[in-house]
């Protein structure tokens, strides 16, 4: 497996329940390396264009406010098999599919409030760590 890099969001709806700690403790406990980490509050264009592939969903407005409704934690975890690795770690989209032991099954509140969001392939976790970070704020 190779090494890799993915991007991660604590959502708004965790950090206002003070979950980060226990959310980063998830991602260390299953061998992520976090190697970079920023709490901030998401403009609307950021929220946007983060989430453009959606933009023509019914869910995309309800998306849009809930992630600018309060801050974030942004981070990008690297490890072996890193993206798929975060993905199993979440759990499903919908926490009512989420398997025991995730993040999404402990602590999401619905489909659109579920806590995370993390890069679904090499294409994507590249795009969106380069959406939030600079090269130099990535230390490895
Ligand atoms: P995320 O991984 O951040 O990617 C898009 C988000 O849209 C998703 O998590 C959910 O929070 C949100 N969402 C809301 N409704 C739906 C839906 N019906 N299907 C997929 N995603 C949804």
Redesign the pocket.
């Known amino acids: 497996m190779a090494l890799e890099r993915t991007f991660s969001i604590i959502k708004p709806d965790a950090v206002r329940r003070n979950l980060i700690g226990k959310i980063v403790t998830k991602f260390e406990e299953a061998g992520l390396t976090v190697i970079a980490l920023k709490k901030i509050q998401m403009t609307r264009a950021q929220a946007e264009g983060f989430?453009a592939v959606?933009k023509e969903r019914p869910?995309f407005g309800?998306?849009v406010e809930q992630m600018i409704a309060s801050p974030v934690v942004l981070q990008v975890l690297e490890g072996e098999g890193a993206i798929l690795k975060n993905r199993e770690v979440m759990g499903a989209?919908n926490p009512a599919n989420a398997v025991e032991g995730t993040i999404r099954k402990e602590f999401a509140l619905s489909?659109?409030e579920?806590s995370v969001?993390?890069s679904d392939a090499p294409e994507t976790a590249a795009e969106e760590i380069k959406y939030f970070f600079s090269d130099d704020e990535l230390v490895g």
């Open positions: 989430y959606h869910f309800e998306l989209t489909i659109g579920n969001h993390g």
